[in-house]
């Protein structure tokens, strides 16, 4: 069956993410410093605008609903991927996560996700030097 390459991409691509904060911080991590996407096999498959658009459309997505979830649900989903280990275990690491908004102006929401990605990454590391004293 073929899909439209947004359907295809939430479907398929972030479908194998178990977790909204796994989506949204794969979907950063394809995301470069002019705000575009770069996915190889999106863009060789349905060419470069629909691979942006469809992977844009996700990441306002993801991004919105990631802005409504309690950040102790957020960091709970944090723990599980971390556990799970696999492609979260690097887009998750402390050292490089990030959360970022899709490129289109919103401030609002680029300073909530920045908040959230603070919050964890505070937290992970709390976490980690207080297993480390005890």
């Known amino acids: 069956m073929i899909f439209k390459a947004a359907e295809d991409f939430k479907k398929r691509t972030l479908g194998a993410l178990p977790s909204l904060l796994e989506k ?13 996407y770069m996915h190889w096999g999106f863009t060789r498959a349905y060419g470069n605008r629909p691979t ?26 944090y723990q ?5 280990s696999g492609v979260a275990a690097d887009i998750l690491d ?29 937290l992970a590391l709390q976490e980690r030097t207080t297993h480390q004293v005890a």
């Open 80 to 84: 599980e991927a971390l556990a799970r």
């Open 24 to 36: 949204v911080a794969y979907i950063c991590s394809l995301q470069t410093g002019s705000g575009g």
């Open 94 to 122: 402390p050292d490089s996560f990030v959360l970022k908004a899709p490129v289109n102006g919103d401030a609002i929401l680029s300073a909530h996700l920045r908040l959230l990605q603070d919050s964890v990454v505070a």
């Open 52 to 77: 942006q658009d469809a992977i844009y459309a996700a990441h306002m997505e993801t991004a919105l609903a990631l802005s409504h979830a309690p950040v102790r649900e957020i960091y709970q989903e």
